[in-house]
């Protein structure tokens, strides 16, 4: 499958021309969810999540049947400035141990029967540090962009999207602050633990990059701040708002990338749900910022797509009692 743009402005126009959900699928769920055997709202969100489930997929008794987990690999120039408590071959390293299968995320995918791909992109050639240049040319933006929209299976009835490359916090916390505004103090957090003296050194490299790239096109700061792992997600994202497949975004980084499309389009992550808050930072004031109520809290700061991951099992329960309960008349239950 080749991705249905060639060119940025291409890729706008296909997102801008959006799906939205089903109105027939969301009314017919929330007609059986008030009938099933139970008090009205005692499972709380997760009635809600059943029913924008069904919305998105058609379906007013939906299944989860095919969870993809795709893993998007990148290496980031602005680790030149001491960004990261890892040196960038860390990010190849990685990719290995997921091809192996002896990460987190691989644990995590396989608990929750998803399948997972990974894909790496030009590790050997990082982007520009972008405290001296954009980071991306506008080729290398559309490139990442079609990998993260093909790695899309059309067939995939739910989507979560992780990341691994050393330094990408440093470029999220300076596309957040490009999107939402503030400043580097306002956005970097410890990432892969980082000492005093190495946040200082990200706070003073996203500065470094605002003060470059006076950029508002959300396209633009993601060229010139971003990475190329973080632009395959949002192309992935887009491609599963095409599907009709909802996602589960993950950590600071997957969102950083979200709040691209948040700003290509008001609506635009819709067929979205928080997985997780993480400690990186400011994921709060992220998710804040794209109006997402997080599903779990658990302290995680990994990356890789694993607090999604996990989140998975969640709409998989929301799912399993949406369409499987029965409802007060099959079950012979008085609902008076």
Request: glycine fraction near 12%; charge should be negative.
């Amino acid at each position: 499958m080749t991705a249905p743009f060639t060119t940025l402005a291409e890729f706008c126009a296909i997102f801008a021309d959006l799906t939205a959900p089903d109105a027939s699928a969301i009314a017919g769920a929330t007609d059986r969810n008030g009938q099933l055997t139970k008090p009205q709202g005692a499972l709380g969100r997760l009635e809600d999540l059943a029913i924008w489930y069904a919305g998105w997929r058609n379906d007013p008794r939906p299944a989860i049947r095919a969870p993809q987990v795709i893993i998007f690999a990148g290496n980031h120039g602005v680790c030149a400035q001491g960004v990261s408590a890892f040196p960038p071959e860390v990010t190849a390293q990685m990719v290995a141990n997921f091809d192996h299968g002896g990460a987190a995320i691989n644990q995590l995918s396989k608990a929750a029967g998803a399948r997972m791909d990974v894909h790496a992109l030009s590790l050997d050639t990082p982007t520009a540090d972008f405290t001296q240049a954009p980071a991306m040319t506008e080729g290398d933006l559309v490139s990442a962009l079609q990998t993260g929209w093909t790695a899309v299976d059309p067939d995939a009835d739910l989507l979560v999207t992780g990341e691994m490359g050393i330094g990408n916090t440093t470029s999220a916390a300076a596309l957040a602050a490009a999107l939402f505004g503030g400043t580097g103090a306002d956005w970097a957090g410890r990432g892969t633990g980082v000492d005093d003296a190495g946040l200082a050194r990200k706070v003073a490299a996203v500065d470094a990059g605002l003060a470059l790239h006076d950029v508002t096109d959300p396209l633009e700061a993601l060229r010139c701040l971003g990475g190329r792992e973080i632009a395959a997600m949002a192309g992935a994202m887009a491609a599963a708002r095409a599907h009709r497949i909802p996602v589960i975004l993950d950590g600071f980084i997957c969102s950083a990338a979200a709040g691209v499309l948040h700003k290509l389009h008001p609506a635009g992550l819709d067929h979205t749900v928080a997985g997780h808050l993480s400690l990186e930072g400011a994921h709060q004031t992220l998710l804040d910022a794209l109006g997402k109520q997080p599903l779990l809290s658990l302290g995680l700061r990994l990356g890789e797509g694993s607090g999604a991951a996990l989140a998975i099992t969640i709409l998989q329960g929301a799912i399993a009692c949406h369409s499987g309960m029965a409802t007060f008349a099959e079950a012979g239950v008085s609902d008076a």
